[in-house]
């Protein structure tokens, strides 16, 4: 059934001019470019500037050409509602760096700036797909990278050092991808990464973020549980730590860098729920797309591999689920109505919480297992919220 729906979306994807189509990825590759740049302005700008002064003047006057390359980029981009106050924004930042600002200033103006962009343009900034382990893409790390960047990420004169926790941590896990495509950034070249899948780059990403907290025991499994919003996907791809407190910045610095292991402190239908929150408020910001892929996304890794437990324990509840899946898959292709979609999305978390409480061991009783699972989905729902805050936040202040 799954494949039937995701057979008809390409189908109704094709229906669309190839011209269309050739735009949208041509502006997609264009908004890349433009917060990859952002990304280095956000990190890089400290090591130029301090109170006032320059401390590395080629690297300054890269910056001032970053902002205004990225200015150039964002004209190319379709005017939509919205661009100009995007535009004003660089330019705000353009006379922060001629200035001379502070770099916490032109951190916070770069960041909130690509998260904007992100969200206008509907960049897909999170892998639709569950992370490996850092080990995965570590042969080709060694093959391709640690000539530059050292075998454990210590750098040389040909790199910047990828295990510096303090730099690292300006960039989110997204950012980390994105260096990694040679059609968003002009310095890994075609020959280093061009053959590599997106799938490849997002585990390579991995195994480079997890350099900075490489021998260090993992944060309390508490965090895991009270931000499962941050610490899963998307939030983990998209969050810099460098934004958050100090104990957050360290448990994302860590399970970004070990992502699969998340894995073995959510139940998994406690993070479809989690998904499902976050695809519900993509959606009512107009980012369908990123709705429908973190829909996929907590089918894939959070029901579908129980569905054959669960059908053991309640088979009509487990029909019940296939059409609700399917139910909402429909709408948010063939374009229902808000309160239709907004519904569909509340019923499947509702049911989903009575299956994962079915799932549970009976020993502590029916009544207190459904308090944890209303739990669960309590603290998934804070996680989204401070998730999205800090998205609301960057761009309110500006």
Known sequence: ????????????????????????????????????????????????????????TPLYELQKQQVEEVLRLVTQLPDRPGRQGLQKSLSDLRKAIEDKDSSAEVRRRANAIADR?????????????????????MPVYQQRCAICHGVDGEGSN???????????????????????????????????????????????AVTVAAFPVANQLPPSSDLATRYPGLLGLPG??????????????????WWRGNPHL????????????GLLQLAETDYRGGDITAAYGKLMLAYRDGYRPLRQELLIRDKVLVEQLQVQWQQLRGDLIGGASSTEVIAAFQ???????????????????EGRYLWTAALFALAIG???LLWWGLRRQKRTRL
């Open 117 to 137: 962009l992100a969200a206008l343009y509907q960049l897909q900034r999170s892998p639709s797909y569950s992370l490996p382990s850092p080990g995965f893409m």
């Open 262 to 273: 998340v894995r073995t402190l959510i139940p998994p239908l406690i993070s479809a729920i």
């Open 236 to 253: 983990m791809a998209t969050t810099k730590p460098a934004e958050l407190e100090p104990t957050l910045q360290q448990a994302l610095m």
């Open 158 to 204: 040909e790199g910047p050092a990828l295990n510096d926790l303090e730099r690292m941590a300006g960039f989110s896990l997204y950012d980390l991808y994105n260096t990694l495509d040679p059609e968003t950034d002009s310095i890994h070249t075609v020959d280093i990464d061009g053959d590599l899948t997106g799938l490849q780059r997002w585990a390579l």
């Open 1 to 56: 059934m799954g494949f039937k729906w995701i057979l008809l979306f390409t189908l109704l994807a094709g229906l669309i001019a190839p011209v269309s189509a050739q735009d949208t990825s041509s502006s997609n590759t264009v908004a890349a470019q433009a917060s990859n740049l952002l990304s280095y302005i956000a990190v890089d700008y400290g090591d130029a500037v301090e109170n006032r002064q320059r401390l590395d």
């Open 347 to 365: 019923n499947l978390r509702a049911d989903l919480n009575l299956a994962h409480s079915k799932l549970e061991p009976p020993a502590m009783g």
């Open 382 to 384: 804070l996680g989204a």
